[in-house]
């Protein structure tokens, strides 16, 4: 295959290949999460503090908007972390510089949203809707996992 071929083949699979080859606008994210988890519009609130909160370092914050117990990978552990306070107790160990600066500049339009939840900055937090009944009638947007 000559390199224009290729290059032509490698632009109609990107522009044939589905909507995560391409780059997707809010609303593309918003429906993307309506469908597939509910309450789009409620993710905003809890997306927005979490984004100043990792700008800031605000420990008490982002401990807030996890749910216990709460999965955290870091210095090549896995954390099993129990309450808000051993997540605030600990939460220089446990949430990295790093994870705070990719985290703090995320864009609604880079969320990937998949049947697990919304990831944010390439993986380094996951959240998503706990329901808050076994119908599942109520619900509110948590952070599931973090992954230094």
Not at 12 to 38: K, W
Not at 112 to 127: H, K, R
């Amino acid at each position: 295959m000559s390199r224009l071929s290729a290059a032509v083949f490698l632009l109609g699979a990107i522009f044939l290949g589905g909507s995560d080859t391409l780059a997707q606008s809010d609303s593309d994210v918003y429906n993307r999460i309506e469908e597939l988890h509910g309450d789009a519009a409620g993710f905003d609130q809890p997306l927005r503090q979490l984004v100043l909160a990792m700008r800031s370092g605000d420990a008490e914050t982002i401990a807030g908007l996890a749910e216990y117990p709460l999965t955290v990978k870091a210095n090549g552990e896995s954390y099993d972390v129990e309450s808000a306070e051993d997540f605030v107790d600990n939460f220089d160990n446990l949430v990295t510089p790093e994870t705070r600066k990719v985290v703090g500049r995320q864009q609604y339009e880079d969320l990937f949203v998949n049947s697990d939840g919304i990831m944010l900055a390439g993986g380094a937090v996951w959240m998503g809707a706990i329901c808050e009944d076994n119908a599942c009638e109520a619900s509110h947007w948590a952070i599931i996992a973090i992954n230094n």
